[in-house]
């Protein structure tokens, strides 16, 4: 068992304050500051952004085994859930059927699900080019570690607006987030 | 691994609950040494709803909120847990800190630091105890001759 954050209050505040941020400026990256080192494969921005936003209330699904069951157990309380109920999830290796996961519905589309998805890394380069709400005109972002059907699959989801479900891309302790409104080209 | 969910455990943990930060600094200050620990969370002060049951043992209830601290550390490689009432953070953390050494612990460490305490405290409340039977009173009824 390792700990949390190292100061609880600033480092959950400052990690929502970044996801907050990415989700508004889709394609930004942002740094996670203390992010706590978690069992792997649990990267240090995902296990920051399951301490600052899951707890008892908040329904959780993981991939990376009983030790980072155990560690988001005791940081979070977050209850389990399977695959196409949970309100969070977090994939350490490859991303599940985006389409089986919960998206919500038309009178609550917030209640789609919010993916963390682990990623090799993510750089401000060509690769995507986003658009959208939140973005001017378009943003470059280059992800490494993505399958590469994955925009594809994401793009398939984009009809049943409001529905849908947002993704945070994790990748050591940065994030960069795409909202179901961001547009993906790949380039 | 030792179970660690023994009733042997939940009893000297509602023990050192119950203890003062001081008292366990100084049983602990005479006691064998305890390896190094490393702050897991907190201590950190917050509220849980207290349940009763009416009647003593009827539906459960809301009773009250009340404050507690609790701290958790790892020591080689074992967990030691600690929730206390009030807001005392070190009481929290010393009490966490000898869940985990108990777990294992040092030749006398029992002895010296948990059966006093546990001493203490039956005293204490037999005290309370004794002070309030003083108050008892004692109602008699006569029944009625035919």
């Known amino acids: 068992m390792t700990p949390g954050f190292a100061n609880p209050v600033l480092g959950a505040q400052s990690s929502f ?3 907050l941020y990415t989700l508004s400026h889709p394609g930004s990256i942002r740094e996670l500051k203390d992010a706590p ?3 792997a494969p649990l990267n240090p921005a995902a296990a920051a952004l399951a301490l600052a936003l899951c707890d008892a209330d ?13 560690w988001l157990r005791f940081h979070t309380g977050a209850p389990p859930a399977p695959l196409h109920e949970a309100r969070f999830l977090i994939a350490t290796g490859a991303a599940p059927p ?6 919500g519905s038309d009178e609550a589309p917030q209640d789609g699900a919010t993916l963390f998805l682990q990623v090799a890394a993510l750089e401000a380069a060509p690769g995507w080019r986003l658009t959208g709400p939140g973005i001017e005109i378009a943003t470059d972002l280059r992800v490494t570690g993505l399958a590469p059907g994955f925009a594809a699959q994401r793009a398939a989801l984009a009809s049943l607006f409001p529905r849908g479900i947002d993704i ?11 909202p179901r409104t961001t547009r993906i080209e790949v380039t | 691994m030792t179970d660690t ?3 042997h455990r939940r009893r000297w943990m509602s023990i050192l609950a119950r203890a003062s930060a001081a008292e366990l600094r100084a049983h602990l200050a005479d006691g064998p040494g305890l390896p190094a620990h490393a702050p897991l969370r907190g201590p950190e002060i917050g509220l849980v709803m207290l349940r009763g049951r009416m009647g003593g043992d ?30 005392d953070q070190g009481q929290a953390e010393l009490a966490a800190v000898l869940d985990a050494a108990l777990q294992d612990p040092p030749l006398g460490l029992f002895t010296q630091v948990v059966e006093p305490l546990a001493a203490a405290q039956a005293q204490a409340r037999a005290l309370t105890a004794r002070r309030a039977e003083a108050t008892r009173v004692q109602f008699f009824t006569l029944a009625a001759m035919r």
């Open chain 1, 17 to 19: 304050r970044a996801v």
């Open chain 1, 37 to 39: 080192h978690a069992p």
């Open chain 1, 58 to 70: 908040t329904s959780l699904w993981q991939d990376g085994g009983s030790a980072i069951a155990e």
């Open chain 1, 98 to 103: 985006l389409a089986s996961l919960a998206l």
């Open chain 1, 168 to 178: 945070v891309l994790c990748a050591g302790s940065m994030i960069a987030a795409l």
């Open chain 2, 5 to 7: 969910h023994t009733p």
């Open chain 2, 58 to 87: 009827g539906a459960p209830f809301n009773l009250t909120e009340t404050t507690v601290t609790r701290c958790t550390v790892e020591m080689a490689g074992r967990m030691g847990h600690a929730t206390v009432l009030g807001r």
